[in-house]
């Protein structure tokens, strides 16, 4: 689950420079709240799975 969460967090990144490019700036805003929510959720479920928190 983590590594999957933390492809779509990658891939949403990748969105956020192509916006950026495109000068889309409300497609970026989207892609930069989905790269920290999938981001935030992939490392808090491998820092869940290893028992650190």
């Known amino acids: 689950m983590a ?3 933390l492809v779509v967090a990658v ?3 990748v969105a956020v420079f192509r916006e ?3 000068k889309n700036f409300f497609a970026v ?3 930069g709240i989905s790269t ?3 981001g935030w959720f992939s490392i808090m479920t491998i820092l869940s799975e ?3 928190i």
Do not use: R, S
Request: glycine fraction near 6%; charge should be positive; proline fraction near 0%.
């Open 50 to 52: 290893l028992n650190i």
């Open 3 to 5: 590594i999957i969460l």
């Open 20 to 22: 950026l490019k495109a």
């Open 11 to 13: 891939l949403c990144l």
């Open 36 to 38: 920290l929510v999938f």
């Open 29 to 31: 805003g989207f892609a």
